[in-house]
């Protein structure tokens, strides 16, 4: 029943959302078209500098030396952002599935490539990327750069052959982009530095001017009387702290590290999933197999495991980043997820049990106020320059909880049953 109201929690979302985009003339995908979302960038005014609150040696720490910051780069890395030639089909671009008016993402639960295909995973929001020390729901990536690269040959997503020549022959000829190749990197265009340029362009994308940023600066009136009891509860009863974390060094929210959440557990047996993942990448090893096996196959349930064979690393993602947050749902790794009242909820009931359920998960016993004010803290983590965005997600989030809210699963959120035993429940139940 559970997983209905989801269902249609999602669709209703994304109806809301469709009709919050329906100014913006579409791309094939969905996606508002490339210029446009070009001009919208152009509005939103970012910069080249180190964000105002970040301590400058982290971010200097986290920028790859010989990929510096530059206009130059940064220029050539907006370009190929937008452009759609970089697809096998000539119909996807970096910016289909990170749509500057959707939050930089696509705001639906999996993402569209080429030829009508959807991958398995969420499409993570780009804003806010540059501290983070490993890209991808697995963080299979270490880098923006190695990222940027990714997509670009993966068969679902942008569909080229991974083929360094025939990439950069789908631009080379094109003027501008020699001389702009030529200003950022000395060099004829190429794949390698497609990447580095992205890298650069990702590493300006920084929105922390929120509500809450500027209310932990002192301006008391800056988020509601709600929000600030949802902030209490965030670092007590709530324990969202333990990996949401805040400081200079880490403005965006997230541990980086990976944890077995319990989402989509009770749909896997992530024992044969394991088998099968190390009996493939056995055959395969190589960086594009697991590339395609994470994104095209229900071998991305195994989330971290796919990188580090770990046991352990089963069902694990990596801590998503909670700035912005109130415009980037659908939510977790497969968007199973339509609002923060839905994120909270299965927070709330310990997961879903599973044997690699990540140790600090567990029920809450919240009520559905504290849950309300735990939500109402969430949304003022988007910065000010997506507050109209950011207003109208809270208010039809708020809707589709008041209309199907997902109310609280006492037994396990007041420990009535203990999540193992509902985990041998739904094993008996199964076996049945």
Same mark, same amino acid.
Request: net charge negative; charged share 25%.
């Given at each position: 029943?559970?997983?209905?109201?989801?269902?249609?929690?999602?669709?209703?979302?994304?109806?809301?959302?469709?009709?919050?985009?329906?100014?913006?003339?579409?791309?094939?995908?969905?996606?508002?078209?490339?210029?446009?979302?070009?001009?919208?960038?152009?509005?939103?005014?970012?910069?080249?500098?180190?964000?105002?609150?970040?301590?400058?040696?982290?971010?200097?720490?986290?920028?790859?030396?010989?990929?510096?910051?530059?206009?130059?780069?940064?220029?050539?890395?907006?370009?190929?952002?937008?452009?759609?030639?970089?697809?096998?089909?000539?119909?996807?671009?970096?910016?289909?599935?990170?749509?500057?008016?959707?939050?930089?993402?696509?705001?639906?639960?999996?993402?569209?490539?080429?030829?009508?295909?959807?991958?398995?995973?969420?499409?993570?929001?780009?804003?806010?990327?540059?501290?983070?020390?490993?890209?991808?729901?697995?963080?299979?990536?270490?880098?923006?750069?190695?990222?940027?690269?990714?997509?670009?040959?993966?068969?679902?997503?942008?569909?080229?052959?991974?083929?360094?020549?025939?990439?950069?022959?789908?631009?080379?000829?094109?003027?501008?982009?020699?001389?702009?190749?030529?200003?950022?990197?000395?060099?004829?265009?190429?794949?390698?530095?497609?990447?580095?340029?992205? =890298?650069?362009?990702? +590493?300006?994308? $920084? %929105?922390?001017?929120?509500?809450?940023?500027?209310?932990?600066?002192?301006? @008391? /009136? #800056?988020?509601?009387?709600?929000?600030?009891?949802?902030?209490?509860?965030?670092?007590?009863?709530?324990?969202?702290?333990?990996?949401?974390?805040?400081?200079?060094s880490n403005p965006h929210g997230s541990d980086s590290k990976?944890?077995?959440? =319990?989402?989509?557990? +009770?749909?896997? $047996? %992530?024992?044969?999933?394991?088998?099968?993942?190390?009996?493939?990448?056995? @055959? /395969? #090893?190589?960086?594009?197999?697991?590339?395609?096996?994470?994104?095209?196959?229900?071998?991305?349930?195994?989330?971290?495991?796919?990188?580090?064979?770990?046991?352990?690393?089963?069902?694990?993602?990596?801590?998503?980043?909670?700035?912005?947050?109130?415009?980037?749902?659908?939510?977790?790794?497969?968007?199973?997820?339509?609002?923060?009242?839905?994120?909270?909820?299965?927070?709330?009931?310990?997961?879903?049990?599973?044997?690699?359920?990540?140790?600090?998960?567990?029920?809450?016993?919240?009520?559905?106020?504290?849950?309300?004010?735990?939500?109402?803290?969430?949304?003022?983590?988007?910065?000010?320059?997506?507050?109209?965005?950011?207003?109208?997600?809270?208010?039809?989030?708020?809707?589709?909880?008041?209309?199907?809210?997902?109310?609280?699963?006492?037994?396990?959120?007041?420990?009535?049953?203990?999540?193992?035993?509902?985990?041998?429940?739904?094993?008996?139940?199964?076996?049945?």
């Open positions: 029943m559970r997983k209905l109201m989801w269902t249609a929690a999602c669709s209703a979302m994304l109806l809301g959302t469709a009709a919050a985009q329906a100014d913006f003339p579409k791309g094939p995908h969905g996606a508002a078209l490339e210029e446009i979302q070009d001009q919208e960038f152009e509005k939103l005014g970012t910069s080249l500098e180190i964000p105002a609150g970040v301590d400058p040696e982290v971010w200097n720490a986290m920028v790859p030396k010989g990929n510096e910051t530059t206009p130059e780069r940064v220029a050539l890395g907006r370009k190929l952002y937008f452009d759609t030639r970089l697809s096998e089909d000539g119909t996807v671009s970096c910016a289909t599935c990170h749509d500057v008016t959707r939050g930089f993402t696509d705001q639906i639960p999996t993402s569209e490539g080429i030829r009508k295909q959807f991958g398995k995973r969420n499409a993570p929001t780009n804003l806010n990327a540059a501290l983070l020390h490993s890209m991808f729901w697995d963080g299979r990536s270490p880098s923006l750069d190695h990222q940027a690269m990714q997509p670009i040959i993966n068969p679902i997503e942008m569909g080229m052959e991974n083929d360094a020549e025939k990439i950069a022959g789908k631009i080379k000829d094109d003027p501008e982009y020699q001389k702009m190749f030529q200003a950022a990197y000395g060099r004829d265009v190429n794949y390698p530095d497609m990447g580095l340029a992205l =890298g650069a362009f990702e +590493r300006t994308l $920084n %929105f922390y001017d929120s509500p809450f940023r500027r209310f932990m600066a002192g301006d @008391e /009136d #800056a988020i509601s009387e709600d929000a600030k009891e949802g902030w209490k509860i965030f670092n007590g009863r709530g324990r969202c702290m333990t990996c949401h974390t805040f400081s200079p990976f944890h077995n959440i =319990g989402i989509a557990a +009770r749909a896997q $047996n %992530f024992e044969e999933l394991a088998q099968t993942a190390v009996r493939l990448l056995e @055959e /395969d #090893a190589s960086e594009e197999r697991l590339d395609e096996l994470a994104i095209g196959t229900d071998l991305s349930e195994l989330g971290r495991f796919m990188v580090t064979k770990e046991k352990s690393d089963i069902g694990a993602f990596r801590t998503p980043t909670l700035t912005n947050i109130g415009i980037t749902g659908p939510y977790m790794h497969d968007g199973s997820l339509a609002t923060l009242w839905d994120v909270v909820d299965h927070y709330n009931k310990g997961g879903e049990p599973n044997l690699y359920l990540d140790g600090g998960i567990e029920p809450l016993d919240l009520t559905d106020k504290q849950v309300d004010q735990l939500v109402a803290f969430l949304f003022s983590l988007t910065d000010v320059r997506f507050a109209d965005q950011n207003q109208k997600f809270m208010e039809q989030q708020q809707a589709q909880a008041q209309k199907a809210r997902v109310h609280r699963d006492e037994e396990l959120s007041e420990r009535k049953t203990l999540t193992f035993e509902r985990y041998h429940q739904n094993k008996k139940g199964d076996a049945k």
